[in-house]
Nanobody, 121 residues
Framework: QVQLVESGGGLVQPGGSLRLSCAASGSFFSINTMGWYRQAPGKQRELVAFITSGGSTNYADSVKGRFTISRDNAKSTVYLQMNSLKPEDTAVYYC???????????????WGQGTQVTVSS
């Protein structure tokens, strides 16, 4: 069974920083793209950023220049460094990973349980 375990959420003041981590565990062959999504109350889940297995990145316009996504392939972990946080960044943040469990197995999307990020004074 594959699991994604997130950590690093919490309460921070506007202008502050947080770092989210998401580690994949279990038995799998390879991890393709990894990313972060968020869902604020009453809104749809939206893509925040993703990073390919080769290290290419993509960001939502709302977080460009403030958030940085990175990954450590040896640890099967993806990170999201969030700086200059704003109240509108408040949401539950979900980790996503496209994982191939076996060499002949199609890749499947897996999700973490979510971690709350609250930006408030």
């Amino acid at each position: 069974q594959v699991q994604l375990v997130e950590s690093g959420g919490g309460l921070v003041q506007p202008g502050g920083s947080l770092r989210l981590s998401c580690a994949a565990s279990g038995s799998f062959f390879s991890i393709n793209t990894m990313g972060w999504y968020r869902q604020a109350p009453g809104k749809q889940r939206e893509l925040v950023a993703f990073i390919t297995s080769g290290g290419s990145t993509n960001y939502a316009d709302s977080v460009k220049g403030r958030f940085t996504i990175s990954r450590d392939n040896a640890k099967s972990t993806v990170y999201l460094q969030m700086n200059s946080l704003k109240p509108e960044d408040t949401a539950v943040y979900y980790c996503n990973a496209n994982i191939r469990r076996g060499v002949l197995t199609p890749a499947t999307d897996y999700w973490g349980q979510g971690t709350q990020v609250t930006v408030s004074s």
